[in-house]
């Protein structure tokens, strides 16, 4: 699998916008469904968006519909969570990992708790929205 570096978290205030990059390097995410993760304080990671290898399919958390979208450009071997509307409750820790799956909850969910069972999480981006 490409290692993946995550990037863009930044302290807003609610209501505001974010751009998070998630990049690969030694090897193409051509192949891969990527789906992004949260981990807010004291909870445990949780999905909340995919986008499919070809970019064709996505899905997203119930808690972010409409208001985030998840983007790739594999030219750029780089996928991308647009977050608008941001809520105090979209604070937390942010990572990329390649899905166990095909773009649905479900390995967003598997993915989640194998990746956690491993402790193979990334460094993630925080972000921050507070007033």
């Known amino acids: 699998q490409p290692q993946l570096v995550d990037s863009g978290g930044a302290l807003v205030q609610p209501g505001g916008s974010l751009r998070l990059s998630c990049a690969a390097s030694g090897s193409s995410l051509d192949h891969y469904a990527i789906g992004w993760f949260r981990q807010a304080p004291g909870k445990e990671h949780e999905g909340v968006s995919c986008?499919?290898?070809?970019?064709?399919?996505?899905n997203h958390a119930d808690s972010v519909k409409g208001r985030f979208t998840i983007s790739r450009d594999n030219a750029k071997n780089t996928v991308y969570l647009q977050s608008n509307s941001l809520k105090p409750e979209d604070t937390g820790v942010y990572y990329c990992a390649a899905l166990m799956g095909p773009c649905n909850i479900e390995a967003l969910i598997i993915t989640a708790r194998t990746v956690t069972e491993f402790n193979s999480w990334g460094q993630g981006t925080q972000v921050t929205v507070s007033s």
């Open positions: 986008i499919s290898s070809s970019g064709a399919s996505t």
